[in-house]
């Protein structure tokens, strides 16, 4: 019979790729063209998988031979490792290849679904045909028929048949307990094992005692099979006899008990301290539809029972089975699908996507949920099947296939494949087979062979539904080995391309990790080796001296070990002296295309090398260097004063009192408003300081690499102040620190505080024109007829700086009020206007302007000239006026820049005549007026001092006995 190995590289593709093959070297096993309508019976080839010595095998418990006489018998295919598609029908004994008819019985093989369960090891084959119908005559003219059986075959190593085949069936047993109410439909066979220790045959009945089910544990025998005719003796759990009837002992009248399917799956393991595995066997619809798995001793002894527990109904607990050690610790651990789980997750409802819950084995051997995996996509079914794959990758650990086989009802599906860990499963897949080809692909799943001998285990995934079995082959796992030699601990500073070619030499030797490993002589390994990882192209310090490159790619083929020599050397002009070097190499590994061999896959974990290389210092016997930095500093100006100079200086004192400091900098952050001039050193070390790109204020200085210890650098940065307006802040602030690149190396750090002086300073000078007059005190009469007299009172506004007034407010006061004693319908001074302001060195127009100002002050003035006895800006200005016996203004003078000047003037007319005999003329009298000003606003951001500047300016009349004018 001649089975297909095909190649379709189309036909799947897969996400992530460690370590199957997943396009070239698939191999497809399938039956010969059958007979029937595929689209309306398949043969259900695929079925069940499991592995014999050197072959897979294969149940197709709906095929149909051309040439049998029983219709749909079922079978079990064999295909040889290797065999090019060379498959064959299982033989099973002579009399199982026909029904038989012993004495009143009869066995009925039409649709007996042989190869719908399937266990194998080196000698046993069994096979279970739960639909096998045995029938009977009790000779009171009744026939039962009672299905379910198991074939079980022995076979030799050519796998020829032999007579110790059988067939295993309880209703051979006594006719009592053919009754369809007990073993009678019981689909005994559904599922068979196989366990080790000790050596059983484990078959499940999932149908018996309507459908609570149960399980069969028989010893298997070395010779003398037991006589299909032999009274069925093995045990059988659950079991109780009431008067002739069985019943499970644990029946009860929970009516869901009933069809709750135990035995749905079986598998063994050792799950107690004892050497014997024990018997796993799964329940999926106890609980109310909720399920549970039962572990118990190969002698189903009630008292061993444990129990896990299903959490949703309907999820199918216990669907599928697997016991596998996953993380290495010899204690078995146990998977449990629920493949019609649903998932809820993120607000979505997800039915039948699936779970598998992960139960691991403590050293008390209780078994613990720590993980579970559920599907995402609804209706996909994972952990329909799922398998134990051994150690695929040969990292110790065991790995793990789930299927999801109906995603979109099966037109989409995948395999997942988990890496064991000692922590656990590792839940990301390392690989996903996908296909949109094999409808229902992943159904059965079946590991731990190796199909092509390559040393590396390999899988079936089954399409019952397009009857196809994949060989999906293992890609044999290249970890490779790096190993650096150096003819010096670090590379000297001094090894530059032109010294001597030895002064750094590099040895690199590449090992392969296993002894047995079967590589290819057309296998290429390439490695790219890259000087200084960590560096821009720009700033890289190490090179190749045979390229001048800092990179280098090498092909070799493959062998146990190889080296190669490089002889590198060192940038002459290295700023960075104390990174340490990063080497990295990164593995790629190439293999010719050849049909007949999987080519090999580097082990991800470990194709990349990272290898530091130090660089040689100066730093004592630890090679570590402890520098320990002072920072002093001074500046010109104390106080900044604004618009008297532009310039301040910064001096920055920087030493170092310890071991050498590499790549020390010392960075300046300067005000806004203060820019940076240029700098110099007084210290014979070369200093070279600039504005760090993308910065106008930050200004960087490089102290050397080294800064050497005991080293002491005295920089003097000069900045200026070009456009005093832009200054933001008083004080002004420098932030000053020192930095170098030594491992726990402190930031220094300083700033320097420069006071700020901005408002203008005002004099304030006041001229009266005429000062000073002389009236005749003997003849009242003269003064009486004395004429009118104009004053002039000139007042000098001058701005010293050190900025310019922006707006700068001057209140001016005349008196004009009579004088007690005298003629109080007359004012003293009359054809007052309002003051003229006059620009003395100011071109540019400017809008200053004059108001009558109106005092507020409600002071009763004090006409007593006595204690004014001089002028003086300092001295207290009596208010001898206010209100309506004074004319007040104010003026309002516009910028007044630095050293400009202005004058205001006040004019009016003095009536002499007023200084007639009633008054007193034994002290002069003083006719005085008065200004103040202050600056308002000047053109900085920071604000000003608001002082008042006043100033008083007077006209004596003196009284002499004669009258004379001065
Ligand atoms: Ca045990
Ligand atoms: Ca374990
Ligand atoms: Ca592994
Ligand atoms: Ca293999």
Known sequence: MLLFILIFSSLFYSLYSFNYQTVEHWRYLRQEQPTYTPSKLSSYFGYSLAIHRSSVLIGAPRDHSPYDTITRRGAVWKCKFQSDGQCQRLPFRRDGEANVRVGTSFDNKTDQWLGASLAANNDNIIAGSPFLKHRINDGHSLEYEIPGGATIGKYDRSLAMTDSTTIYSPSFLN???????????????????????????????????????????????????????????????????????????????????????????????????????????????????????????????????????????????????????????????????????????????????????????TSEHNLIKKQTIEGTREGGRLGHALANLGDIDKDGYNDVAISIPFINSGSSSMVHIYRGSKDGLILKPSQILQTTSLNGFGWALQGQFDYDNNGYLDLAVSSVRTETVAIILSRPVLHVQTKLQHNSPSIPLNCTLHSDNSCFLLTVCIYLNEQNYQYSKSDTLTYELQLDKDKN?????????????????????????????YSLYMKDDVNDKLKPIRLQINYVLSSKLDANIVPSILDPTNSTFDYNIPIQKDCGYDDICIPNLHLTTSNWPDIYKIGLTKKILLNINVTNTGENAYDTKCLIQLPVGVEYVNSNTSSKVNLYCNLMKQSDRIIICHLGNPFLANGNIAIQIHTAVNNYSAIQTDPLIFLINVTSDNPDSKIITTDIILPVSSSPELVFIGVAKPEQIALDSTDNNVIKHTNDLEIVHTYTLHNKGPSDAKRTEVKLMWPMLPISGFNDQQPLLYGIHLPSIIRVSDPKAKIDRCHIYQSTINHVPSMDNAGINHRSQESSIPSYCHGPLCKSFICYIDTLPIGHSVLIQLKAILRLNQFQSKFDRSKPFLIMSNASAQVREIPLKISSNKSTTQAIVYLKVCFYPKRTHI
Not at 195 to 224: D, M, Q, T
Not at 542 to 563: N, T, V, Y
Request: glycine content about 8%; aromatic content about 14%; overall charge negative.
């Open 175 to 361: 006719w009592h307990s053919r009754n369809y109410n007990q073993e009678g439909y019981g689909e005994f066979g559904f599922q068979v094992a196989l366990s080790k220790r000790p050596e059983r045959i484990i078959i499940s009945a999932p149908g018996s005692f309507y459908f609570r089910g149960g399980i069969h544990s028989l010893p298997i025998l070395e010779h003398n099979w037991i006589d299909t005719r032999h009274p069925f003796i093995a045990p059988h759990y659950p079991w109780r006899e009431v008067g002739w009837l069985r019943y499970p002992t644990n029946y009860s009248a929970n009516e869901y008990d009933d069809w709750c399917y135990r035995g749905y799956a079986v598998a063994v393991g050792n799950f107690n301290e004892d050497d014997n595995q024990e018997i796993v066997v799964s329940i999926p619809k106890l609980h109310n539809y909720r399920g549970a798995v039962e572990i118990m001793n190969s002698n189903l002894d009630e008292n061993s029972i444990r129990t896990l527990n299903g959490t949703q109904i309907g999820e199918y607990f216990g669907a599928s089975l697997c016991v596998i050690d996953i993380n290495n610790d010899g204690l078995d651990d146990l998977l449990v699908g629920a493949p019609l789980y649903t998932v809820k997750k993120d607000g979505r409802i997800l039915p039948d996507a699936g779970r598998v819950d992960i139960y691991y084995q």
């Open 537 to 565: 192209p720009a700033d890289q310090r190490l090179f190749f001296r045979e390229s001048f490159k800092s990179i280098k790619k090498r092909h070799f083929k493959m062998s146990d070990r190889i080296c190669h020599d």
